[in-house]
Structure formats: structure tokens, C-alpha cells
């Protein structure tokens, strides 16, 4: 990985790391903020149109109650039927007083109750008003919100009593009076409808009502553009509380008898504190997103910077033991890079050593393996037994003598020392030479070689380590050995060394390649397989193919594969 690319990694981690939980945190404010205030709104209004409806029931059990009282009673009723019979003009205003003073009773003894008044429809007029009335009295004009047999409910409308200028309920019950047409009209108090019913009676508030008959006709509106009177609701479901229509929003609550009082607002006037919220939320989402970039910038400054001075030391660790960073001005992170960089130098310092004596150790142990050999004495010594084999007529035994000279000082020259392709293939020549006189039986080895490749460099002792193994590997009477050195295109050497002899198993195979040195069984001189693996590594790395392919019965073929210059 490069440090351009671990950079960006680490910045995007930092940053990342740091912003998910402001934005984590926005959003869920957003969505519950949303769902609060959602909630919060439409419970509010739904709740006040409930404490409405409730306290307009009231009102109206009160006005109910008041008319069943005024309606059936005894007295009252009494008084009227007597003042009808008598003929004395004294005796009746005597009578229409004692009425008048009963209704102011009721009237003074119930706040919610306004004008009341006593109806003929056949005459279309009225008697014994508790208050002054204002205009022409005319109940067939008033919107009717719901009529019984005995009892009509008259929705908002403008009070016909002179002392009040507001929007009213009232109600028309017949009179339990024998042989007349009366009929009881009760409104509904100044105070009894003081924050409902009408924009006049209502201060700080923009919702808008209906009043819905059983049948959810529109019996009174606020709004006649939107629902105008006479038609239909939208919604009739008893069920369905509240919902949008066109650019409003309703809330719908249902009396016990059926009729409905609907409130209604401006959608736009209903998310304008919604809205409010909403800014104040993106607001904050912004301080946070400025809080959470400054964040990470003080995690780039202090963590990120100071770590990737590390990662450059660390790298630099295996390649150099020079100081490739400055610095980062943080006492605790600089201490800890100058305890890593005195750490590095002692690890060179001991990398060095470790070197210095190893290097040293293996130059000893050639040497003490040449003073053990003592190569000077041993070919001195065969070259005196090859002039005895000379003078006896020893043809075989001087043939013998200096093949294993000529294959002593090839194999004993100066260690590391590398060769060419024609001096490996002679001393290979003389080590089958030795071999065929040492062996019980006949075996053929033939090698051919590229002409480019004879003056080619080499390490030296590098063939007959695999024609070895071949011999000890299962060739026998009439056996067969190939070795090819070709050239495979420009760039690579191939070595061949195929036999037809028993075969290995796979397991064998791997024991060539993979054993310990300790553990390899010397044959012939003692270097094996490991050899010429270990030797390719040290001067080709992993440039060097070294394969083993092996057939029981069939023979094997070893092959290697160097890079050329």
C-alpha cells in the first residue's frame, strides 16, 4: 500500500469515524423532532376540539335541562294559562310580572342561560323576553343543528338579545300548554360560548369550525368557501378523527346525540411551528457538522499526523537506519519516536554483528573443512598413484585415478566461485566416468548442450548433485540418462535431467525438496537435491524454477529454470 493511499485512508477513517454520530445523531433528532412535534400538534387540537365538544354538551344539557324544566313544569305554565283566562288588565300585568320574575329567577340562577323568551308561530311573536330583543325575531331563519319531536337545536347564530353582539346556541321546545301553540326559546349565555363559535368571541386562535348534523351535513361553517353550509363533509366516518382536505387540516369530535363540531386550520399555518423547529434543527445540524470537521481536524493534527510519522519509521525500519521523519511537536509521541528510533539502531547495530559473525563462522568452517581435506596433499597423492598405475599398466586404475583428480580440484575450487556451462558439463563427464567403473551395471548417460550456452556463467557444482540423485533414484542395468542445457527464449536457461529409471512417489519428491538439511541422507558426496535448491535461492532468488515430475515405473524428470544475465 502506498502512503498516498494509506493517508487517504486514514483521513477518511478519521473523518468518517467522527462525523457519523453528529450526522447519526441529526437524523434521529430530525425524525423524532418531526414525529414529536407531528404528534404533539394534532394531539393538541384534537384534544382542545374534545374539551370544546364537551364543554358545548354541557352547555347544552344545561339549556336542555332549563327548557324540560320551564316546558313541563307547573308553575310557569300555570301562571301563562291564567293570564290567558283572565280579563282584568291589573290581574294580568300582575300575572306577567309573577313570569317574568320566575324566568328572571331560572335565568340569574343559571350563567350559561342568555334571552329566553315564550314563541307563537301562529301570530309570529313573543312574550315575557328576559332581555331586550334586537331586530325581528325569526326562528325559522336560524340554522338548524339537529330537530327532535319534541325539541330543535339551533347552531351558532347571532344572539337576538340587544345586550349581547356574539354568536349563540339556542333551542325551541313546545310548551306543555292545553288548547295553545307555545313555544319556549332559550340562548345560550354571554359567558357560555366566550372562546367558541366565532371569530368575534375568539382571541389568538386561527382554527375555524363546523357544526355537522347527524348526517354530516355542513349545519354551520366559519369558512363557507372551503365547506359551505348545506353540503357534505368529506368525511363521514365516525371513526375518522382527523385528516387533510384541499390546503386545510381538520379534527373532527362527535356528541353523544350524534352531531359533530369539526375545527379546521391552514395546513401552511399548521407547519409554521413546525417549520420553526425544523430550522432550528438544521441549525444545530450545521453547529454539529462544524464540531464533528473540527474534531476530526484536531484527531488529523494529534492522532493521524503523529501515527503516519510512525508508519513511515516502521517502514523504513528493514530498508535504512536513517531518521526519515521530524518531530511531531507532542511530547508524548515524540517520546515514544525517539525510544523507536533508539530502538531501530540497536536492531541495525545487532543486524550488523549478527552478520559480521555469521559471515565469519561459515569462513571458518570451509576453512576447516579445506585443512581437513587438505586438497593440496590429497591430488599430490593421486598423482603419484597415477604414475604407478602409468608404469604397471594400469590403464583402468590411471583411467579412474585421474578422472576422480580432475573431479577433486573442479569440486574443491574456491567457494562462491561461479563457473561456465562447459566446465560444469566436464567435470559432470568425469563424475559419470567414475561412476560407470564404480556401478555393477551398464547405464548410459547422454548430454547434450546448446552451443550459445557453453561460455554462459554458472554456480558451480550444480549438475552433478541431479544426475546423482538420478543414479540413487532407481537407475539400473540398461538404464538411461538424459541432460539437456538449452537456451528457452532470451531471457532464461533450462536444465534437464530426465532417467528411466524406478520412479518416486510424491512423497519422495517432497522429502528431496522440502527436508531439512540435518535430516537429508548423504549419497555420493553428500550433497543432494537441498544443494541445488539452496544455491539457486542464494544466487536467483525466487527467479530460479526448480520442478520434479515422477512416474513409478516410468522414471523422473528434474528441471531448472535460470535467469540469463
Known amino acids: 500500500m502506498s502512503q498516498v493511499t494509506f493517508k487517504n485512508r486514514i483521513i477518511f477513517l478519521f473523518l468518517f469515524s467522527s462525523l457519523i454520530p453528529f450526522i447519526f445523531l441529526g437524523l434521529i433528532s430530525f425524525y423524532t423532532i418531526n414525529s414529536i412535534l407531528s404528534n404533539k400538534v394534532e394531539h393538541t387540537l384534537q384534544s382542545k376540539l374534545e374539551q370544546d365538544l364537551s364543554n358545548l354538551e354541557n352547555i347544552l344539557n344545561n339549556v336542555n335541562h332549563v327548557s324540560q324544566q320551564l316546558a313541563f313544569g307547573v308553575g310557569t305554565n300555570k301562571l301563562i294559562e291564567e293570564m290567558n283566562n283572565a280579563h282584568e288588565p291589573f290581574e294580568r300585568i300582575q300575572l306577567v310580572n309573577e313570569i317574568k320574575d320566575e324566568l328572571n329567577v331560572i335565568s340569574f340562577s343559571n350563567?350559561?342561560?342568555?334571552?329566553?323568551?315564550?314563541?307563537?308561530?301562529?301570530?309570529?311573536?313573543?312574550?315575557?323576553?328576559?332581555?331586550?330583543?334586537?331586530?325581528?325575531?325569526?326562528?325559522?331563519?336560524?340554522?338548524?343543528?339537529?330537530?327532535?319531536?319534541?325539541?330543535?337545536?339551533?347552531?351558532?347564530?347571532?344572539?337576538?338579545?340587544?345586550?349581547?353582539?356574539?354568536?349563540?346556541?339556542?333551542?325551541?321546545?313546545?310548551?306543555?300548554?292545553?288548547?295553545?301553540?307555545?313555544?319556549?326559546?332559550?340562548?345560550?349565555?354571554?359567558?357560555?360560548?366566550?372562546?367558541?363559535?366565532?371569530?368575534?368571541?375568539?382571541?389568538?386562535?386561527?382554527?375555524?369550525?363546523?357544526?355537522?348534523?347527524?348526517?354530516?351535513?355542513?349545519?354551520?361553517?366559519?369558512?363557507?368557501?372551503?365547506?359551505?353550509?348545506?353540503?357534505?363533509?368529506?368525511?363521514?366516518?365516525?371513526?375518522?378523527?382527523?385528516?387533510?382536505?384541499?390546503?386545510?387540516?381538520?379534527?373532527?369530535?362527535?356528541?353523544?346525540?350524534?352531531?359533530?363540531?369539526?375545527?379546521?386550520?391552514?395546513?401552511?399555518?399548521?407547519?409554521?411551528?413546525?417549520?420553526?423547529?425544523?430550522?432550528?434543527?438544521?441549525?444545530?445540524?450545521?453547529?454539529?457538522?462544524?464540531?464533528?470537521?473540527?474534531?476530526?481536524?484536531?484527531?488529523?493534527?494529534?492522532?493521524?499526523?503523529?501515527?503516519?510519522?510512525?508508519?513511515?519509521?516502521?517502514?523504513?525500519?528493514?530498508?535504512?537506519?536513517?531518521?526519515?521523519?521530524?518531530?511531531?511537536?507532542?511530547?508524548?509521541?515524540?517520546?515514544?519516536?525517539?525510544?523507536?528510533?533508539?530502538?531501530?539502531?540497536?536492531?541495525?547495530?545487532?543486524y550488523e554483528e549478527i552478520?559480521?559473525?555469521?559471515?565469519?563462522?561459515?569462513?571458518?568452517?570451509?576453512?576447516?573443512?579445506?585443512?581437513?581435506?587438505?586438497?593440496?596433499?590429497?591430488?599430490?597423492?593421486?598423482?603419484?598413484?597415477?604414475?604407478?598405475?602409468?608404469?604397471s599398466g594400469q590403464e583402468k586404475i590411471n583411467k579412474l585415478v585421474l578422472s576422480l583428480n580432475k573431479l577433486l580440484s573442479y569440486n574443491l575450487g574456491k567457494m562462491g566461485e561461479a563457473t561456465m556451462i562447459r566446465k560444469e558439463v566436464e567435470s559432470l563427464n568425469d563424475y559419470v566416468q567414475l561412476q560407470q567403473i564404480r556401478y555393477d551395471f551398464q547405464f548410459n548417460v547422454n548430454i547434450e548442450v546448446d552451443?550459445?550456452?557453453?561460455?554462459?556463467?554458472?554456480?558451480?557444482?550444480?549438475?552433478?548433485?541431479?544426475?546423482?540423485?538420478?543414479?540413487?533414484?532407481?537407475?539400473?542395468?540398461?538404464?538411461?540418462?538424459?541432460?539437456?542445457?538449452?537456451?528457452r527464449g532470451d531471457q532464461e536457461l533450462e536444465i534437464t535431467v530426465q532417467d528411466n529409471g524406478a520412479g518416486m512417489r510424491k512423497e519422495e519428491i517432497n522429502r528431496l525438496l522440502l527436508e531439512d538439511e540435518s535430516n537429508s541422507k548423504k549419497v555420493g558426496m553428500g550433497i543432494g537435491v537441498k544443494y541445488v535448491k539452496r544455491i539457486l535461492e542464494a544466487n536467483y532468488g525466487d527467479q530460479a524454477k526448480l520442478e520434479i515430475k515422477s512416474e513409478l515405473g516410468k522414471g523422473t524428470i528434474v528441471s531448472l529454470r535460470i535467469p540469463v544475465g
Open 355 to 391: 552478520e559480521h559473525k555469521e559471515k565469519k563462522r561459515a569462513d571458518l568452517e570451509v576453512e576447516k573443512l579445506l585443512y581437513q581435506i587438505n586438497p593440496h596433499f590429497l591430488m599430490n597423492t593421486l598423482d603419484t598413484v597415477h604414475w604407478l598405475a602409468v608404469f
Open 451 to 487: 552451443d550459445n550456452t557453453l561460455n554462459m556463467p554458472i554456480p558451480r557444482f550444480i549438475l552433478q548433485p541431479l544426475v546423482e540423485n538420478a543414479l540413487y533414484h532407481g537407475v539400473s542395468d540398461a538404464g538411461y540418462i538424459y541432460v539437456e542445457i538449452k537456451l
Open 111 to 350: 350563567p350559561n342561560i342568555g334571552l329566553m323568551l315564550y314563541y307563537y308561530p301562529e301570530t309570529s311573536s313573543y312574550k315575557f323576553e328576559n332581555f331586550g330583543i334586537r331586530g325581528e325575531f325569526r326562528p325559522e331563519q336560524l340554522p338548524i343543528m339537529e330537530k327532535y319531536s319534541d325539541i330543535t337545536y339551533f347552531g351558532p347564530h347571532k344572539s337576538y338579545s340587544s345586550s349581547i353582539n356574539q354568536y349563540v346556541f339556542s333551542t325551541l321546545r313546545k310548551v306543555n300548554i292545553l288548547d295553545q301553540d307555545v313555544y319556549l326559546y332559550i340562548e345560550t349565555g354571554r359567558s357560555a360560548l366566550e372562546n367558541l363559535f366565532a371569530p368575534l368571541n375568539r382571541k389568538n386562535d386561527s382554527r375555524r369550525l363546523l357544526i355537522l348534523d347527524n348526517n354530516g351535513s355542513v349545519a354551520f361553517s366559519e369558512n363557507q368557501q372551503a365547506f359551505a353550509e348545506g353540503s357534505l363533509f368529506p368525511s363521514n366516518h365516525s371513526t375518522t378523527k382527523s385528516g387533510t382536505y384541499g390546503a386545510y387540516f381538520w379534527n373532527k369530535a362527535t356528541s353523544n346525540q350524534g352531531w359533530s363540531i369539526v375545527s379546521f386550520i391552514p395546513v401552511n399555518e399548521l407547519n409554521a411551528e413546525r417549520n420553526q423547529w425544523f430550522l432550528q434543527i438544521i441549525m444545530f445540524f450545521f453547529v454539529f457538522l462544524i464540531v464533528a470537521v473540527l474534531f476530526a481536524w484536531l484527531l488529523l493534527k494529534m492522532v493521524y499526523i503523529p501515527l503516519n510519522k510512525f508508519n513511515n519509521e516502521i517502514s523504513s525500519l528493514i530498508k535504512t537506519n536513517a531518521e526519515h521523519t521530524a518531530l511531531t511537536k507532542i511530547p508524548e509521541f515524540d517520546y515514544l519516536l525517539y525510544q523507536f528510533r533508539s530502538m531501530k539502531r540497536k536492531i541495525w547495530n545487532l
